[in-house]
Each structure stands twice: as C-alpha cells, then as structure tokens.
Nanobody, 123 residues
Framework: QVQLVESGGGLVQAGNSLRLSCAASGLTFSSYAMGWFRQAPGKEREFVAA????????DYADSVKGRFTISRDNAKNTVYLQMNSLRPEDTADYYC????????????????WGQGTRVTVSS
C-alpha cells in the first residue's frame, strides 16, 4: 500500500532552519505531484508548497515564499521542504501529500497523506 513518511521536524529557535523529508513507497513516485501542508493548533490545514512530478514546476503559499523551498529526488522517492528563517507562526504539524497529475492547492486535491511531523519554532 502507499506510505508517506515524514521526518525532520523538531524544536528550533526563530531565524533558524529545518529540512523536512517525506519518503514515499507503494506508488510510482515520479507520476505524482507532491505537496506540503501544515496545521497549527486550533487552525485548519493549509497549503504550504507543491512540486510537479518533473520537479521544475513549484508553487508556494505567500506566507512562506522566499523562505521555504520544496524539492524532490525521484530516484530516492523523496520530497523535501527546506525551511529557512523560521518564525513562531510556522509552528505546526507538517504533512506531505501525493496527487496524481498536476499541482494541487487544497487538501481535497491530494489522495495520499503522511502522518505528519511537528515543527515548533520558539521566539
């Protein structure tokens, strides 16, 4: 079956960086667009970033543009989220998701989800 496993979360101070990874199995990874979403306590899940299957087409939420970078390694079936200049408002559970075909921007666009990894940014 399809599995998406996130890693790399943790506690960091504001201004520092983290790199999240999401390892996929059970699907033809190179055929799927991948997305990162996040959910802060008491808030709805929101789009963070997405990358097309070929890796050259990416998009970001305005709140993370210029600070976060999404990338993928199709040989390793892995998608990454490099997060720089972290802010306390980036604190959330971060989820990766897979969507067959083009980029998606809402949770409903994605079929497969990981269990999430927690990122906490202290001020």
């Amino acid at each position: 079956q399809v599995q998406l496993v996130e890693s790399g979360g943790g506690l960091v101070q504001a201004g520092n960086s983290l790199r999240l990874s999401c390892a996929a199995s059970g699907l033809t990874f190179s055929s799927y667009a991948m997305g990162w979403f996040r959910q802060a306590p008491g808030k709805e899940r929101e789009f963070v970033a997405a990358i097309a299957w070929i890796g050259t087409n990416t998009d970001y939420a305005d709140s993370v543009k210029g600070r976060f970078t999404i990338s993928r390694d199709n040989a390793k079936n892995t998608v990454y989220l490099q997060m720089n200049s972290l802010r306390p408002e980036d604190t959330a559970d971060y989820y990766c998701a897979a969507r067959f075909g083009a980029l998606g921007y809402s949770s409903g666009d994605y079929l497969y989800w990981g269990q999430g990894t927690r990122v906490t940014v202290s001020s």
